[in-house]
C-alpha cells in the first residue's frame, strides 16, 4: 500500500511510523497478528482495546502485531484500481499473509465494514470457505456478546476480556501449526472466553443453537482478575492528526455495579476492580514522559465511583498543572465528583463538562436505576460554571420502557434548570441536549424489552426541537432514529442475518454508523426480500423463549436480570454492591455460591477489587494547597530549523503542529503557556508545506520559560521526532511576535522520466520561461480567480535531472504545488517529487 501514499487521501493514516509505534523483523517471530478495526483511523486509534492488545502482544518477542483500518471510501478505491491488497500499517503485510486477523467489534452498525476489510484484503467471507493458508478471523469487543448475525464470518470470537485470552491463543498456535484449521479450533475451544461459532449448529430463527460437542454447550467469558498483574500500555502509539479521543488514557478500573438496567457494559465487565494507585501514578508518570500528550483522561464505566479518586488526582495533579496536561473524568454521574476535584480541574486546562442523566424525570431515572436526582444534577452544573465551564453536554434516551410524554418534557425541563444554574451575573452558558433513541441490548435486564419504532421516536424528537426552539442557550442534538432501527434488529438478531448482512455490503452498504453514509431503504429491501420483518425484532421478547445468545454466559444469572427488570417496572432502585448489600448477580464467588463462570483453573476468588471500602471523596479530612506556577513567562524566543523528508512529507501542516509541541513535551522543554480556558504552547509558523512536498528548510517559532543550553535543544528534540523530520540549527530571536518571514523560496522538482520524457519537461518549462504570462485559473471561497504564474516565478536553472526554481511572495502567496503542477499538468507524484531546498527571509 506505501508505494500508493502520493495518491491516498489524508496519506499520513496509513504510514504507519508514528511515535511508539513497534516495527519487528517478522522473520524472528513464530504468530504475525493484525489488530483490525472496522472504521478509520481517527477512531480506531481512540480505541483504547486495540492500544492494549498491541501492548500485550508485542511484549512477547515470539509475537508481532500491527494495526489496521477500515480505509476511507475513496482510499479503497485507489486500492482497487491499482489491484493493491489491503496492509497493515507498520509493515506494509498483505492481510491475507497474516496468521491471524483479530477484529475488535464496539458495536453492531460496524457489521458490513468486517466483509469490507476481508474484501480489500482478498480473504474469503465466510470461515468455511477459508483453509490453512488464510488467517484466522477471529473477533472481540462488547458486541460479541451477541453477534450471532456475523458469527459465520469468524472462526472464532473472544468472550470477554482479551489481554490473557489472546496470548493463550497464539501460544496454542505457534504449537499446533501441523494442525489442519478444525483440529486447532477444536484445541483452542478449550481456552475460557473462547468461542467457536463452527461449533453450534443453526436450525433457524427463533430456535437454540445444537451444540455439537456437548461438553461445548456455554461458553463463559474471560476475565482477568487482578488488572495489577496485566501491563497496561504507557507507550501508547501517538496519532498523527486529530482523533475522536486525542488524549492519553489510563485504565483506572474496569467493571461498574452501579447498575444502570440499559447498559450492556456495566452488565458484561462485572465485577468492579481497580488498579492500585501506585500502579496509575507510575503508569501516568511513565505515559506522559513517552507520549507528551497534553490530556490525561482517568478511564472506567463510572469514574467518579473510583474509591480513591480524590487521591489519585491529588498525586497526579501537581505534575500536570506544572505540565498545563488536563485531566479528563469521562463517565461522570453528577454528584460523583465533588467541590474539591472540580476547583482541581478548573485549574488547568478545562476540557468539556458532560453528564449522563439518561431520562428527563426522576421516575424514569428510577425504572433505569440512574441512581442520580435532579436536585443532585443542577448542585453539579451550578459549581462548574461557578468555576469557569462555560457549556455543558447533557446526554438522554428516549423510548425508555414505561416512558410517557411527560418524561419528554422532563427533557427540555431539565435543560432549562440546568441552564439557569449558570446565568449568575452575565455568564452566557450553552446546554446542550444530545438525545439517543433506546435500543435494548442482549446480556441486561431489558433485553425482552419492546424497542419503540422510527415513527414513535421522531415524535417524541419533534416535540423536543419545537420546545428547545423557545429557549437561548439550549441546543438538541440527536441520533438517527433509521440508524437506531438498524442497530436494534442487529442487537437482538440472530445468524439468520448473516445473508442480509452480506448482501448489504455486495449493494455498497459500508460505514452504516456514519450519518453521511447510512442509507435504511437498501437494508429494508433485503431483509423483506429474505422475508425477515424489521417489526419482529423491535418488539418484546417473551423470557420463556430461547434468545440467540442464550450460550453466551457474561456471568450474570438469568434470574438476577428478570429480578431487576421487575424491580424497574415497580419503579425501585438498586444499591451499587460495591460499597452496599450484594444482590447476588452471580458473577462473584459467595459462600455457599461459587460464580456462575466457573472454576476455569482460577487461583483467586471473583470479587470486586478496590483501593478502599468507601469512597475517598466522603472524606471531610482532606485539604488542597498547591501553588500555580506561572506558566505564561516569555524568557526564551527560538526558531528551529528542521528538515521534512520521506514519509513526514505527507504531514499536514495540523498534524505537524501537534507532532511538534508533543516532542517539545516529551523533550522536557520548558513551553510558555497562552492564557485563557484552554492554554496552548506559544508557537508560530511559516507558511504551511503542501502535503506531499518535503522540505529541507522548515522552521517554527517557539517561547520557552527558561534558558537551556543550544547543544541540549537539539539533541533532546531530535530524540523526539521521526526519523525523517530532524532539526539541524536554531537561531535566538527577539521577544516580539513579528519575526522575519520569508520572502523567496526555493524548491527542486525531482523527475522520474525516461530520457525523451525530460527533454520534453524542459522544453515544456522553456515554453513557459518565453511566454509573457501565463494564466491558470483557481477556485477560493469567493469564487474562481485567475494567476499569473509568470509573476511569481525569479528565476530557475536545472542540474542533471532536477529542476530548481526560485519562487516570489513579495506580490501574494500562492500554493507551490499548484504552481508547479500547472506548469507540469502531465506529471502525477509518482514521476515528479517537490522539495524545498531554502527559504530567502526578510
Request: hydrophobic content about 40%; glycine content about 6%.
Amino acid at each position: 500500500m506505501k508505494e500508493l501514499l502520493p495518491f491516498l487521501p489524508k496519506p499520513s493514516h496509513y504510514l504507519g511510523q508514528e511515535i511508539n509505534s513497534v516495527h519487528k523483523d517478522r522473520s524472528r517471530v513464530s504468530i504475525h497478528v493484525g489488530l483490525a478495526f472496522p472504521d478509520v483511523y481517527q477512531v480506531g486509534m481512540s480505541y483504547l482495546g486495540q492500544k492494549i492488545l498491541y501492548h500485550c502482544i508485542n511484549r512477547h518477542e515470539d509475537f508481532y502485531a500491527e494495526r489496521v483500518f477500515a480505509p476511507s471510501l475513496d482510499a479503497a478505491g485507489i486500492l482497487r484500481q491499482h489491484n493493491v491488497s489491503l496492509c497493515t500499517l507498520e509493515s506494509d503485510t498483505p492481510l491475507k499473509n497474516l496468521n491471524v486477523l483479530a477484529f475488535s467489534l464496539t458495536h453492531e452498525l460496524c457489521y458490513t465494514n468486517i466483509l469490507y476489510m476481508l474484501d480489500l484484503a482478498g480473504i474469503p467471507f465466510r470461515s468455511r470457505d477459508r483453509d490453512g493458508t488464510l488467517p484466522l478471523v477471529i473477533a472481540g469487543g462488547g458486541a460479541v456478546f451477541n453477534a450471532e448475525p456475523v458469527a459465520d464470518f469468524f472462526d472464532l470470537m473472544v468472550l470477554g476480556e482479551g489481554e490473557e485470552v489472546i496470548i493463550h491463543i497464539l501460544r496454542e498456535m505457534s504449537r499446533s501449526r501441523v494442525l489442519d484449521r478444525h483440529a486447532l479450533l477444536k484445541k483452542l475451544k478449550q481456552i475460557p472466553g473462547v468461542y467457536v461459532p463452527g461449533f453450534f449448529k443453526f436450525h433457524g430463527p427463533g430456535l437454540p443453537l445444537e451444540p455439537l460437542y456437548p461438553e461445548y454447550d456455554v461458553v463463559r467469558k474471560a476475565l482477568v482478575q487482578d488488572l495489577n498483574q496485566v501491563p497496561f500500555p504507557d507507550r501508547q502509539v501517538v496519532p498523527y492528526g486529530k482523533v475522536i479521543h486525542d488524549r492519553l488514557s489510563i485504565e483506572i478500573a474496569r467493571g461498574c455495579t452501579r447498575g444502570c438496567r440499559f447498559c450492556q457494559a456495566g452488565n458484561i465487565y462485572r465485577p468492579v476492580r481497580e488498579r492500585n494507585i501506585p500502579c496509575i501514578l507510575e503508569t501516568i508518570h511513565s505515559g506522559l514522559a513517552a507520549t507528551g500528550m497534553e490530556e490525561l483522561s482517568f478511564l472506567s464505566l463510572s469514574s467518579g465511583d473510583f474509591s480513591s479518586l480524590e487521591d489519585l488526582f491529588f498525586k497526579s495533579f501537581a505534575r500536570c498543572q506544572q505540565e498545563q496536561v488536563s485531566i479528563a473524568l469521562p463517565s461522570l454521574r453528577a454528584g460523583s465528583v465533588n467541590k474539591r476535584l472540580m476547583q482541581l480541574m478548573a485549574r488547568i486546562r478545562r476540557t468539556h463538562a458532560t453528564l449522563a442523566p439518561e431520562a428527563g424525570t426522576d421516575r424514569l431515572r428510577r425504572v433505569i436505576n440512574k441512581g442520580i436526582t435532579e436536585q443532585e444534577i443542577l448542585e453539579h452544573t451550578g459549581h462548574l460554571f461557578d468555576l469557569g465551564w462555560q457549556g455543558v453536554k447533557l446526554y438522554f434516551m428516549i423510548g425508555l420502557p414505561t416512558e410517557t410524554q411527560e418524561d419528554i418534557l422532563g427533557i427540555r425541563d431539565l435543560c432549562h434548570k440546568v441552564l439557569k444554574t449558570g446565568r449568575a451575573g452575565k455568564k452566557r452558558p450553552q446546554v446542550t441536549a444530545s438525545v439517543s433513541p433506546f435500543v435494548p441490548k442482549a446480556q441486561t435486564p431489558f433485553q425482552w424489552d419492546r424497542q419503540a419504532g422510527p415513527d414513535s421516536i421522531k415524535d417524541g424528537l419533534y416535540m423536543l426541537k419545537d420546545l428547545f426552539k423557545e429557549h437561548k442557550g439550549l441546543n438538541l442534538k440527536w441520533h438517527t432514529p433509521e440508524m437506531s432501527l438498524l442497530e436494534g434488529i442487529f442487537s437482538r438478531g440472530g445468524r439468520e442475518l448473516t445473508d442480509t448482512v452480506e448482501q448489504a455490503y455486495l449493494q455498497d452498504q459500508t460505514f452504516t454508523s456514519w450519518s453521511d453514509c447510512f442509507q435504511l431503504r437498501p437494508w429494508l429491501d433485503i431483509l423483506d426480500g429474505s422475508g425477515l420483518d424489521p417489526e419482529h425484532y423491535l418488539q418484546a421478547r417473551d423470557p420463556d423463549q430461547p434468545l440467540p445468545w442464550n450460550h453466551l454466559h457474561s456471568g450474570t444469572s438469568r434470574r438476577f436480570l428478570l429480578t431487576e427488570r421487575k424491580r424497574a417496572l415497580s419503579g425501585k432502585t438498586t444499591l451499587d454492591c460495591r460499597y452496599n448489600v450484594c444482590r447476588m448477580c452471580g458473577v462473584c464467588d459467595r459462600k455457599g455460591q461459587p460464580s456462575l463462570l466457573g472454576p476455569a483453573g482460577r487461583q483467586q476468588p471473583v470479587k470486586h477489587f478496590l483501593n478502599m471500602d468507601h469512597r475517598d471523596q466522603d472524606d471531610e479530612s482532606f485539604r488542597l494547597d498547591i501553588q500555580q506556577k506561572d506558566l505564561s513567562a516569555k524568557k526564551v524566543h527560538l526558531r528551529i530549523w528542521h528538515e521534512k523528508i520521506g514519509f513526514c512529507k505527507y504531514l499536514s501542516q495540523l498534524e505537524l503542529q501537534s507532532l511538534l509541541e508533543r516532542a517539545m513535551r516529551r523533550a522536557g522543554w520548558p513551553l510558555t503557556f497562552s492564557r485563557g480556558f484552554r492554554p496552548a504552547p506559544v508557537i508560530s509558523f511559516g507558511r504551511a508545506l503542501p502535503v506531499g512536498v518535503a522540505s529541507m528548510a522548515e522552521w517554527f517559532n517557539i517561547y520557552l520559560r527558561d534558558h537551556l543550553e543550544e547543544r541540549d535543544l537539539l539533541k533532546s528534540i531530535n530524540l523526539n521526532l521521526p526519523r525523517d523530520m530532524q532539526a539541524y540549527a536554531l537561531e535566538y530571536l527577539s521577544l516580539s511576535r513579528r519575526q522575519p518571514q520569508a520572502v523567496a523560496e526555493e524548491f527542486r522538482l525531482d523527475f522520474n522520466l525516461s530520457m525523451q520524457e525530460l527533454h520534453n519537461a524542459a522544453q515544456k518549462w522553456q515554453a513557459f520561461e518565453s511566454a509573457e504570462n501565463f494564466i491558470v485559473s483557481r477556485q477560493t471561497p469567493k469564487g474562481a480567480r485567475s494567476r499569473d504564474l509568470c509573476r511569481l516565478v525569479k528565476e530557475a536553472h536545472w542540474r542533471d535531472n532536477s529542476l530548481f526554481v526560485l519562487l516570489l511572495w513579495h506580490e501574494e502567496y500562492l500554493s507551490p504545488l499548484f504552481i508547479l503542477q500547472s506548469i507540469f499538468p502531465d506529471y502525477g507524484p509518482e514521476r515528479m517529487s517537490i522539495t524545498k531546498t531554502r527559504q530567502i527571509m526578510a
